[in-house]
Structures are given as C-alpha cells and as structure tokens.
C-alpha cells in the first residue's frame, strides 16, 4: 500500500490540513479555526487519524525553532498568536500521530509551493510575502529556505510612518506589520479592509507602505520574484500600485527590469501554503 503524505498549513486565523499521494494530488482536505492550541491540535489530529501517513510537513506561523538537530526543534518562542507560546509543534504530533515532521514557516513553505509549482519556476531568489492579519516573509535560495541563525521576520522591519500612526504591532507599534496588516487598515480606516470600495484612498496609503517593506527587501536580497500573497492582497488594483510605489521610491538608483515579472501574484493562488506544507512533508530530500 502506497503511504500518503500529509501536511499542515498552520495560519492565525486558520488551518488548512491535506493528504495527498502528491503535492499537487490533494485527497482530502479540511480546514479548521485556529483556536487555543489543545481544540486546534485535536481538530488536526482527528483528521489525520484515519489515515496511515509516511509523514507531515508543517508550515506554520512563528517564531518557531526550525534547526532539526535541537531538542526544541519545532517549539513556538512569541506570543504572536495567543496561547501558542511554548508549544512544541514536533513533539505534538510525534506524540499523538506517531509521524515524523519536517516543520517550516507558513511563509518559506509558501515560497517552496511557488518554486515548484508556480511562479517561482526557475526563479534563483523567491521572497513570498503574506499581507492579512499579519504580514510575514519566506526566502528561497536556489529552491532552499533561507534561515540563518533563526528565520526572517520581515513583518518586523521598520519602514517611513510619516504621519505617525500609531500601529497594531504589539511588540513594536509601528513596524511593517504594524502600519500595513490587515487589522492596522481597519484601525487606520475604522473599517475592515474587505470592505474598502475600490477607490477608496486606504488603497493608495497602503501600496505606498507595502513599497517602503518591498524596497528594502529589493535592497537586501535582489529577489528574482517577490511574490505578493494573503487577504489583503486579494484587491488585485494593489499589485500596480504597489510597482509604481516601489519604482517611485527606489528613484532608478539601479534597473529593476520589468516589475510586473517581478512583484507578482501567487501561481497557485491560496494553495501555495499547503502545497509547499506537502513538499516539506515529502522529507528532506524533497524539497
């Protein structure tokens, strides 16, 4: 019998979880809230129970502790979503599923999704950014996450706040999450930004924010794609703002070539997560 593969797409808000013979041959599928951590991991466990799986690959919000040879291998470090402080995503699921997992973030697994299926094809340097509840980043190098000594937290990054907005971020007020996630929309706003009519001027306000994080990533990284995914960027009119703010400010300094080739839409659209969580799931020699 053939063994299946199963993965995870742990987000804020919600789980998206999938068995597969393949990344890109989805037997089932279900998607649950994401909740306090013991009614989320039974949900999760519960799926996955009736199926005999080789393994699971996680991609999931963070921090988390990605070095496989560590004993808190899998372990979140950050309140980022309450509640999930100090739970151990590895130890979890070896305990209750008797599996072994490959664990990345929700973002890198994203970017490993597009490598291999979407819009990162023969991409050499891939940055996915999610823009909803939060804003998070994953970077490929050659088609391999990019970590160093802990993983990238670009939705922690300083950006211009000219008209001092306070900001949602509870660590730092007003880092890139904090000015330009979904929920700093809807305090900016006083309005949920999937309520925003397309003229609306929060759109401008928020490609000019989005710019000022994507130029830094430019000047960081010189990304081949930096592909644009999550719930805000579902306002497809934001894709050319967003390039004509980043060309604005980077003010020619070097080409950027054509940035409608560069900054970019998910190839897969909302399944670049699980895709890539079934990647990781293949094992290491896999991805």
């Known amino acids: 019998m053939t063994l299946l593969v199963g993965g995870v797409e742990l987000g804020g808000t919600k789980c998206v979880l999938a068995v597969a013979k393949s990344p890109i041959e989805i037997l089932h599928r279900a998607v649950v809230p994401t909740e306090n951590p013991k009614k989320t991991l039974q949900n999760i466990f519960d799926f996955f129970s009736d199926y005999e799986l080789n393994r699971i690959g996680i991609g999931t919000f963070g921090p988390v502790i990605l070095d496989s040879e560590s004993k808190d291998y899998g372990l979140l470090i950050s309140e980022s979503k309450k509640g999930w402080k100090n739970i151990n995503l590895s130890r979890e699921f070896s305990n209750n599923l008797q599996v072994d997992t490959t664990i990345d973030t929700d973002v890198n697994a994203a970017a490993i999704g597009e ?6 094809k023969d991409s050499q340097t891939i940055v996915y950014v999610t823009i909803g509840t939060g804003i998070g980043g994953g970077l490929l190098v050659n088609g391999k996450s990019h970590t160093g000594d802990f993983h990238l937290e670009l939705g922690h990054m300083r950006i ?10 509870k660590f730092h ?3 890139w999450e904090g000015l330009a996630s979904g929920p700093s929309m809807e305090k900016r706003w006083g309005i949920s930004a999937s309520e925003l009519s397309e003229p609306h001027p929060a759109w401008d306000k928020e490609a000019e924010l989005l710019a000022y994080g994507i130029v830094s ?20 009119q934001l894709y050319p703002k967003v390039r004509s703010e980043v060309l604005r400010i980077w003010n020619d300094y070097t080409p950027l070539g054509n940035l409608s080739e560069m900054i970019v839409e ?4 909302l399944d670049s997560g699980i895709v890539g969580a079934l990647i990781l799931g293949g094992g290491p020699a896999q991805i």
């Not at 490598?115 to 990162?120: A, E, S, T």
């Not at 211009?160 to 971020?169: K, L």
Request: charge should be positive.
């Open 173 to 175: 007020g007003d880092c």
């Open 217 to 236: 990533i430019i000047a960081n990284h010189s990304p081949d794609k930096i592909i644009l995914g999550g719930g805000v960027m579902k306002q497809k």
């Open 160 to 169: 211009p706040n000219a008209d001092n907005f306070a900001g949602i971020c």
């Open 266 to 269: 998910p190839g897969l659209g």
């Open 115 to 120: 490598y291999r299926y979407g819009v990162g």
